[in-house]
């Protein structure tokens, strides 16, 4: 929903879907350099794995801000 909102409002973004492995994760922010990157989960037991992308995204050599949401 929110891919639509930005899309809609004239925002370039890439829509990469739900559980997307971390290396590719990481290799696509290496490879596109994105000034945001938008991170959500829905369920409280996922929140370890959320960390933990946070923490690579940020070792980045040029991280993006990073915004989370959940349901």
């Given at each position: ?24 994760l ?19 037991l ?19 801000g ?6």
């Open positions: 929903m929110a891919a639509d909102a930005l899309e809609g409002a004239g925002f370039d973004l890439l829509y990469l879907g739900a559980d997307i492995p971390l290396p590719i990481l290799e696509t922010c290496r490879k596109h350099a994105p000034a945001a990157l938008g991170l959500t989960i829905s369920m409280p996922n929140v370890p794995a959320l960390i933990t992308a946070i923490r690579a995204v940020r070792e980045l050599p040029e991280p993006p990073i915004f989370v949401s959940g349901s």
